[in-house]
């Protein structure tokens, strides 16, 4: 089992069952605060302050992705399938392909 946690310190930490869920490791950063987080037991979506949107593999501790499109801190994301996740800011709420990097819908209003 593994459990992820989003922090206002700028980080992601894996927490890895080893009978106590005392071994954690920070594998992420960003360079603001945390807001908001998905997990899906593979892959890590992370929103933060910096305005920034990025996605990790937490087995290999990797960056897959970083996806740049809001002028404001994002405050919630969430995977809606393997490739598909939404993200929101102060303005507009993103719809995205995450592998791609490609922000596939723009709502407002």
């Not at 009978?19 to 890590?44: C, L, P, R, W």
């Not at 501790?61 to 102060?90: F, G, K, N, P, Q």
Request: hydrophobic share 40%; with cysteine; charged share 20%.
């Amino acid at each position: 089992d593994i459990i992820v946690s989003s922090s206002w310190d700028r980080s992601l930490r894996v927490i890895r069952n080893d009978d106590s869920f005392t071994k954690s490791k920070q594998v992420a950063s960003h360079g603001g605060s945390v807001y908001g987080m998905s997990f899906n037991g593979e892959i890590a979506v992370a929103c933060s302050e910096d305005s920034t949107i990025k996605i990790w593999n937490v087995i290999k501790e990797t960056c897959e992705a970083e996806l740049i499109a809001h002028s404001s801190a994002v405050y919630r994301v969430a995977m809606m399938t393997s490739e598909i996740l939404i993200s929101c800011c102060r303005d507009f709420i993103g719809v995205w392909h995450w592998p791609s990097k490609t922000l596939l819908h723009r709502l407002t209003g």
